[in-house]
């Protein structure tokens, strides 16, 4: 099959898609409210979810402090597509694992916009200055991800029951890795790409150090 028409495939794989987007975004988004919520509320018991983003982000962003743009870029996007690699991995366990992960991130996400509320920055700016640049590729690309895996789970689960064929499965999986190819990673790349240059200078002018992990 040649590359113009396995790239005519992609807008279709999405539109069949439509429901399983609907539900990832869904998912990220309660997570994202779920975390902003019990952060407010409990932000002593939230606490030791800081530790664990200073774990994983603290020698990251070490690291980037004394690298060039293309080097920073670089190691988040590698970062990300591990993040959209294990999403589309964990779709073989029948979709569990992109589902908890989804949630986890989105959760995550309310925590630190919890967080950056509670020192006196207000959410709104703070989304619109933290996380939009980046995020309007990013996120995106990430619940593109999530979908795949989603997507390939139920899919496997079809097969075990006996609900599809292997051709169909076949079907199923090269797909996923064409959308994954051909949308998720140029969304990744950009969001990168913007992360480390315009959100990066933009929370420094801003907010300082407002937001720790960035």
Same mark, same amino acid.
């Given at each position: ?25 869904v998912l990220f988004a309660t997570g994202a ?28 962003? =070490? ?42 991130? $989105? ?12 020192? $006196? ?13 980046? $995020? ?28 599809? =064929? ?19 990673v140029p969304l990744l790349v950009l969001g990168?790409?913007? =992360? ?6 933009l929370v420094e002018w801003v907010m300082g ?6």
């Open positions: 099959m040649r590359i113009p028409a396995l790239l005519a495939r992609v807008p279709r794989v999405l539109r069949a898609s439509r429901r399983y987007i609907v539900f990832t975004s409210v779920f975390g902003y919520v019990a952060f407010r509320r409990h932000p002593v018991d939230s606490s030791w979810l800081f530790l664990l983003l200073d774990q994983k982000f603290g020698p990251m962003a =070490e690291a980037m402090s004394s690298m060039q743009v293309a080097g920073m870029a670089g190691m988040v996007f590698w970062n990300n597509i591990k993040a959209a690699g294990l999403l589309v991995v964990g779709g073989l366990a029948f979709g569990i694992l992109p589902m908890i992960m989804v949630f986890v991130n $989105g959760l995550l996400v309310g925590l630190v916009s919890g967080d950056v509320a509670r020192q $006196g920055f207000g959410l709104f700016p703070f989304i619109l200055v933290g996380i939009l640049p980046h $995020g309007l590729f990013e996120i995106p690309g990430y619940v593109i991800g999530g979908t795949l895996g989603i997507r390939l789970g139920f899919n496997i689960l079809g097969y075990q029951r006996g609900r599809r =064929e292997g051709r169909g499965m076949r079907a199923v999986i090269l797909d996923t890795v064409l959308v994954l190819v051909a949308v998720v990168s790409l913007i =992360e480390v240059t315009v959100t990066r200078h150090n407002a937001l720790r992990w960035h």
